[in-house]
């Protein structure tokens, strides 16, 4: 038989790490997921798999957005009408209960709805019968290794697949369903769908056991995405190749400054550079730049780079190219202890803080974060709290800064 593996979509997930982004960034965000879904149904649809399974975290939320629910729903009517069997186990994110949803799931997708473990069987297009085990969360988390509830390989099935949304619990602690890999290969299934971990990693090769990753990285530190995994199983040990769906990608670049005497040919070699770059990509861009050797350059270079002018330059040069966007821009340290020298009135940086002490201030620059719903739960909103914030601003701008009245 042939499977899609498909783990940790986080469908209504935003793109995390950016601030302000022009227009044409945010339309082409705000469709990224479900292109990413449209492209993994269309690789279920030409591989002729015979079934895929959602190894968990399918939304972001347990509280998920009728948009994102009805496009998923659209993606799941797709397979239905090629006959292709549909398996989804909810993980610590999407954590099941029924009323969150706003449509019944088709009658012929499978949902693994307890924390209790089921088994599910099915027949392929060639007569294979195939076992499948697994569980879904009902809370954010579960504590227990859930693999002593696993039954052993069954003997009435040609194939035997376990779903599994957690983490390794090699000599540690998990609140995510920890599991070892020795129990698992003990149970003697054929293979092991795992969700939870977003980087993409083959636990075992004998009997396979794979995270895919999730297929679309939503933050800079989810790089080396590979997709889904098109496995093979049956007549042999079990294979498995990755498909690429993500639409959009991350990326860190560091550039040497050191054969550019001045700002000027520093800042044409970056224009240039960047709008090359743009050119060539078949993907959309997510950058985060990295600039070193850049000890020679007058001072003036270095103040541009601290304060944000040099990145907003290079955004609005780059703002007619549709497959790149700088989203950071920094200089790497020349010593442990450089500070960035900065030309302005020490009282300016305590009157600032003064402002920002101010309730209807603070609240204003910190919405985002105020307006979570469990923030409230954790944290008492009070003076107190926005004077210990101010403190510690004070003394990471003081770390990193030199603040230098002009003396022209």
Same mark, same amino acid.
């Given at each position: 038989m042939k499977l899609l593996h498909i783990a940790d979509l986080h469908l209504d997930r935003s793109f995390e790490g950016l601030k302000a982004f022009p227009e044409r960034v945010a339309q082409r965000l705000q469709e990224t997921n479900k292109?990413?879904? #449209?492209?993994? *149904?269309?690789?279920?649809?030409?591989? %002729?798999? $015979?079934?895929?399974?959602?190894?968990?975290?399918?939304? #972001? %939320?347990?509280?998920?957005?009728?948009?994102?629910?009805?496009?998923?729903?659209?993606?799941?009517?797709?397979?239905?009408?090629?006959?292709?069997?549909?398996?989804?186990?909810?993980?610590? #994110?999407?954590? +099941?209960?029924?009323?969150?949803?706003?449509?019944?799931?088709?009658?012929?997708? +499978?949902?693994?709805?307890q924390e209790k473990v089921q088994t599910h069987y099915f027949v392929t297009r060639n007569k294979e019968r195939v076992a499948v085990s697994g569980f879904s969360y009902e809370h954010p988390w579960i504590e227990e290794n859930k693999l002593s509830e696993f039954p052993y390989r069954s003997a009435d099935a040609d194939i035997h697949i376990g =779903? +599994?949304?957690?983490?390794?619990?090699?000599?540690?602690?998990?609140?995510?369903?920890?599991?070892?890999?020795?129990?698992?290969?003990?149970?003697?299934?054929?293979?092991? &769908?795992?969700?939870? *971990?977003? !980087? /993409?990693?083959?636990?075992? &090769?004998?009997?396979? @056991?794979?995270?895919?990753?999730? /297929?679309?990285?939503?933050?800079?530190k989810e790089t080396g995405v590979q997709g889904a995994g098109i496995v093979n199983l049956g007549n042999g040990p079990a294979t498995i190749r990755f498909e690429e769906a993500a639409e959009v990608l991350w990326e860190k670049t560091n550039?040497?400054?050191?054969? +550019?005497p001045t700002k000027k040919e520093a800042l044409m070699f970056l224009e240039n550079v960047l709008i090359e770059e743009a050119v060539q990509k078949h993907k959309?861009?997510?950058k985060e730049i990295i600039l070193t050797d850049t000890e020679h350059l007058e001072e003036a270079f270095h103040v541009s780079c601290a304060n944000g002018e040099l990145l907003t330059h290079l955004q609005r040069t780059l703002d007619g190219q549709r497959q790149l966007f700088v989203f950071q821009l920094s200089v790497a340290s020349h010593t442990k202890d450089q500070k =960035? /020298?900065? %030309?302005?009135? /020490?009282?300016?940086?305590?009157?600032?803080? !003064?402002?920002?002490?101010? &309730?209807?201030?603070? &609240?204003?620059?910190? !919405?985002?974060?105020?307006?979570h719903p469990q923030f409230s739960t954790i944290q008492s909103i $009070?003076?107190?709290?926005?004077?210990?914030? @101010?403190?510690?601003? $004070?003394?990471? *701008? !003081?770390?990193?800064?030199?603040?230098?009245?002009?003396?022209?």
């Open positions: 292109r990413v879904l #449209h492209t993994l *149904i269309d690789s279920a649809l030409r591989n %002729q798999v $015979d079934a895929v399974i959602f190894a968990g975290d399918t939304f #972001h %939320q347990s509280q998920t957005s009728i948009q994102t629910q009805a496009y998923f729903f659209e993606g799941l009517e797709r397979l239905i009408k090629e006959d292709i069997h549909v398996m989804i186990s909810f993980g610590n #994110h999407d954590y +099941y209960s029924s009323e969150r949803y706003w449509f019944d799931f088709p009658e012929e997708v +499978y949902l693994f709805e =779903i +599994y949304h957690g983490e390794s619990a090699a000599n540690r602690e998990s609140r995510y369903a920890p599991f070892t890999v020795s129990r698992m290969k003990e149970l003697g299934y054929d293979y092991w &769908a795992l969700g939870h *971990i977003h !980087k /993409p990693e083959i636990l075992s &090769a004998d009997p396979l @056991i794979v995270y895919p990753g999730t /297929p679309q990285g939503h933050s800079k550039y040497s400054l050191s054969d +550019y959309f861009l997510l =960035i /020298p900065i %030309q302005a009135s /020490p009282q300016l940086l305590e009157q600032l803080e !003064k402002n920002y002490l101010q &309730a209807e201030i603070f &609240a204003e620059e910190t !919405k985002e974060l105020l307006q $009070d003076r107190a709290w926005r004077e210990k914030c @101010i403190e510690q601003a $004070d003394r990471r *701008i !003081k770390e990193s800064f030199t603040i230098e009245e002009d003396q022209q």
